[in-house]
């Protein structure tokens, strides 16, 4: 089933036929050579493996038992590729050439087999958001520690009825 980021953030981590909330789904760690989601940030100091949930739903996501949740170091891949390149939200996104797309501001998942699909990519500031574009997993060239570098170069597009041209993302075949 796909999710989109903006629709799960925040939700409660609860225990399988239980009211009781162990915290928030804050965040998302990714494996950059692959895009299948490493972990689940829950609250600021634990994390889920998405093999651990037992079940999504509408505004909970149910776990066995409240174990599950551990520490980030436990985690060998986040270990392995570091707290910053395998965080994914409001990580910078640019071009091989350097021509900077945004920051990511959500993304969507497919939580059969937790993996990252496509992201949403913006320019902002304060409230104020413009250039708003959406990439696919298959457009990600690698991701380090400060950045998602991109396939994708801009190409200036412009048409013979307007003075104004649109930048539009033109990424290479995979």
């Keep these: 089933m796909k999710k989109m980021w903006s629709q799960i953030s925040g939700i409660p981590v609860t225990i399988h036929e239980s009211d009781k909330v162990l915290g928030k789904l804050n965040g998302a760690f990714i494996h950059p050579e692959t895009g299948a989601i490493i972990a689940f940030l829950v609250g600021f100091s634990r994390v889920l493996v998405p093999v651990d949930i037992e079940k999504w739903s509408k505004d909970s996501i149910a776990i066995s038992d409240a174990d599950v ?3 980030p170091f436990d985690i060998l891949r986040i270990e392995q590729f570091g707290f910053r390149r395998t965080y994914l939200l409001g990580k910078k996104v640019k071009s091989k050439k350097g021509y900077r797309y945004g920051t990511i501001k959500d993304f969507t998942l497919e939580t059969t087999t937790s993996s990252l699909l496509s992201f949403e990519v913006s320019k902002g500031f304060f409230w104020m ?8 997993w298959a457009d990600i060239f690698e991701i380090t520690e400060s950045a998602v570098v991109l ?9 013979a009825f307007s003075r104004h041209s649109r930048i539009q993302p033109i990424c290479a075949e995979s």
Excluded: A, D
Aim: proline residues 5%.
């Design 69 to 71: 949740l551990v520490s």
């Design 129 to 136: 958001t413009w250039g708003k574009r959406i990439f696919s």
């Design 151 to 159: 396939n994708c170069e801009p190409e200036q597009k412009s048409t």
